[in-house]
């Protein structure tokens, strides 16, 4: 026959200084039915950081009989709110020596409420009623300490600050916060060039041939005919004149092109006008006029006109930057400024593209095409004043404060826009007035209002008046945190 131990009546669990609502919970899961579980927490454990936790745990106890004994005396105090007994220590459990904040059970409370009854009854009337005054005489004491309350106005002079200059940048590490944004931008620049060639072309036109023989004649290739002032001309092919039969009353003709010897428009004539023949022969005549001579002045683009065109591209990129800040600008939330834009040249068409070339068909110009990108920075509107303000109030004295409704800023230099923000010079002024020292309200407490011009005048100030609550009440509170001192700002004479 095999004996089997019974389990102990408790279980003594030491959770540890890391213990968790989990960890109590899987370890009161593994204790016997019907066993007592002891939870031992160090203080300061993740268990007894909330109440919700303790009350989880003893919910979940069940039939267990469960006690928390901590020498936290926040961590006893949170299980008793959840009715989970707790103990200082394991002795106390022992001695069945309750803590303070232990669950208190039925019969206590019954037995403590039979004592009360019973004191209350021994209470001699006389005593009871000298408790209450002495009650009524605290509540007034207390009452004409913590009620009372005053708003002490008074007035400061102000002396100038500045002017001070300050060269402000907004942008990335700057003084002024702002957010940037690019975007490409292209440009095209037409420049006229300088250099030049002519391009010549010979009058052309039709010779008429008379045979005045009854041979035929071969006009070669290259015949010159003139005009009467000279200007000549010569056949551009080879032709046979047939020979003339029953002269002069059947004459033989033929038609044979004709060519400018010098190029130009002096080739151009009337007809009828290119009529001395080389050859007593046969004579010749223009039936019509020469045309398509001329004499056309080519524009040539040179390394120089390049140069210039590329350094004229800058400015035309510009334009193209500050026509997308108008954009960006038109965009701007409320609140918000947009300055720009900072262009960046990134490509320009190549030398070898346009020199040595001709101009632009049709323009006396050529054409290159530069590319870039334009940056904008955004700003709140407030800006530089802003700033410049804020900079203006790390140089007031000691014992003053800035009185920033009449702070002047003036922009010195205007914003311009560089790769790394935005930048301006501007200058500040403004007024300083004294500043109520943090002694003062100390000072002031429990004191007649009589004696509040004193002791302003003794700080650098002027009493202007005394708002006191109640309006009935004769002097300042006694306590320094019901007194409340506001300054206004007697503005200096001129301008800040």
């Known amino acids: 026959m095999t004996v089997t131990a019974a389990p102990p009546r408790r279980l003594v669990v030491d959770l540890g200084a890391d ?6 919970a899987w370890r009161l899961a ?35 009989r469960l006690v928390m004994v901590s020498s936290d005396a926040r961590a006893r105090s949170l299980a008793s709110s959840v009715h989970l007994r707790a103990f200082a220590s394991l002795a106390a459990l022992e001695r069945h020596e309750l803590d303070a904040t232990e669950h208190l059970s039925d019969a206590r409370r019954v037995a403590l409420a039979t004592i009360a009854a019973v004191g209350a009854q021994r209470l001699s009337l006389g005593r009871a009623l000298a408790v209450f005054m ?48 690019t975007v490409p931008v292209t440009a095209k620049t037409s420049v006229k060039p300088t250099g030049s060639r002519t391009d010549d072309t010979k009058a052309q036109g039709v010779e008429r041939f008379s045979n005045l023989t009854t041979n035929d004649i071969l006009i070669g290739k290259g015949t010159v005919v003139r005009t009467n002032d000279g200007v000549r001309f010569q056949t551009t092919e080879d032709k046979t004149l047939p020979r003339s039969l ?24 009337p007809p009828q006008k290119v009529n001395v023949s080389p050859s007593p022969n046969y004579t010749v005549t223009n039936p019509v006029e020469t045309l398509g001579g001329d004499s056309k002045k080519i524009l040539i683009v040179q390394q120089a006109d390049y140069d210039i065109a590329v350094a004229q591209s800058d400015l035309d990129l510009k334009k193209a930057g500050d026509e997308q800040t108008k954009v960006w600008q038109s965009q701007a939330s409320k609140g918000s400024a947009v300055y720009g834009a900072f262009v960046k040249r990134t ?18 110009t050529f054409e290159i095409t530069v590319n870039g990108t334009a940056t904008g920075y955004t700003v709140l509107d407030t800006e530089p004043k802003a700033t410049a303000v804020s900079k203006l ?22 914003a311009s826009v560089a790769e790394d923000g935005v930048h301006w010079r501007v200058r500040a002024r403004a007024q300083q007035s004294t500043r109520p020292r943090p002694q003062m309200t100390a000072a002031l407490a429990g004191r007649a209002f009589d004696d509040v011009t004193n002791i302003a005048h003794d700080s650098g100030f002027e009493l202007v008046r005394i708002q006191a609550w109640p309006a009935w009440w004769p002097r300042l509170p006694v306590l320094d945190s019901r007194i409340t001192i506001e300054v206004t700002s007697r503005v200096s004479s001129g301008s800040p």
């Open 134 to 181: 002495s009650l009524l005489m605290a509540a007034g004491i207390l009452l004409a300490v913590i009620a009372p309350s005053a708003t002490v106005v008074l007035l400061a002079n102000a002396s100038p600050l500045g002017p001070s200059e300050y060269d402000l940048r907004a942008g990335p590490n700057g003084d002024i916060k702002a957010t940037s944004q």
């Open 246 to 269: 029953l002269q002069p009353f059947f004459i033989s003709t033929v038609n044979i092109s004709i060519q400018a010897v010098d190029p130009g428009p002096s080739g151009n004539v």
């Open 19 to 24: 213990g968790t609502i989990l960890d109590a």
């Open 393 to 414: 109030a790390t140089e007031i004295q000691p014992g003053m404060d800035l009185v920033r409704d009449n702070a002047v800023v003036d922009v010195v230099i205007p």
């Open 347 to 364: 490509s320009v068409s190549p030398p070898g593209d346009v020199v040595g070339k001709e101009a632009k068909e049709g323009t006396t």
């Open 30 to 64: 593994a204790a016997d039915p019907g066993q007592d579980v002891v939870l031992v927490v160090p203080a300061g454990a993740p268990l007894t950081r909330n109440a919700a936790f303790l009350d989880v745990l003893n919910r979940r106890a069940g039939a267990h």
